[in-house]
T-cell receptor, first 114, second 113 residues
Framework: DTGVSQNPRHKITKRGQNVTFRCDPI?????LYWYRQTLGQGPEFLTY????????KSRLLSDRFSAERPKGSFSTLEIQRTEQGDSAMYLC????????????FGPGTRLTVT | GDSVTQMEGPVTLSEEAFLTINCTYT??????LFWYVQYPGEGLQLLLK?????DKGSNKGFEATYRKETTSFHLEKGSVQVSDSAVYFC????????????FGTGTSLTVIP
């Protein structure tokens, strides 16, 4: 098992550009989660999928943020029209459904918006 | 809404000292509680968990007991090592559905020789 992987690890973009991040979960995990983490703060939940269904998206930060998991395997998180305030670490995690839903995290993608 | 409150850091201890990091929670349902650790330059790792009242989670010498009456899940270790230097996060999720994920702000621990 290779764990949760995320690509790219770092992304620098100019304000107004669109960016897309990819997450590959642990293969047998059917839940996949996205978080944002800013300096000195804990992870902030954004959205999650169970298989290909997006079960919670009300906590996405704005309508510029969207996520997909088309075949229930990898997922992408897109940010449109990036702003400097979007600079943060974006974390992906995966888990099984039950019994304790413990999540396993990837290394994160660090986004810098200039 | 649900939330997790951790003691503010940073915490600096000498090697072999006793560690307590306080965590309290607010939840409308029946949460599972977790401690995650983030070592410098690495991703978050699950340290321990407890899924119901009075459960004690333990791992690598760390312990935390789920106290429903005080809505707390304090992290303890009897004798810290330099290698325990990291940021520690308390977290909760709904025990039944696995939804409602909330993390605390993290507590930075530095252990000096």
């Amino acid at each position: 098992d290779t764990g949760v992987s995320q690509n790219p690890r770092h992304k620098i973009t100019k304000r107004g550009q669109n960016v897309t991040f990819r997450c590959d979960p642990i293969s047998e995990h059917n839940r996949l989660y996205w978080y944002r983490q800013t300096l000195g703060q804990g992870p902030e939940f954004l959205t999650y999928f169970q298989n290909e269904a997006q079960l919670e998206k009300s906590r996405l930060l704005s309508d510029r943020f969207s996520a997909e998991r088309p075949k229930g395997s990898f997922s992408t998180l897109e940010i449109q029209r990036t702003e400097q305030g979007d600079s943060a670490m974006y974390l992906c995690a995966s888990s099984l459904v039950g019994p304790s839903y413990e999540q396993y995290f990837g290394p994160g993608t660090r986004l810098t918006v200039t | 809404g649900d939330s997790v409150t951790q003691m503010e850091g940073p915490v600096t201890l000498s090697e072999e000292a006793f560690l307590t990091i306080n965590c309290t929670y607010t939840a409308t349902g029946y949460p599972s509680l977790f401690w995650y650790v983030q070592y410098p330059g690495e991703g978050l790792q699950l340290l321990l968990k407890a899924t119901k009242a009075d459960d004690k989670g333990s791992n690598k010498g760390f312990e935390a007991t789920y106290r429903k009456e005080t809505t707390s899940f304090h992290l303890e270790k009897g004798s810290v090592q330099v290698s325990d230097s990291a940021v520690y996060f308390c977290a909760l999720s709904d025990r039944i559905t696995g939804n409602q994920f909330y993390f605390g702000t993290g507590t930075s621990l530095t252990v000096i020789p």
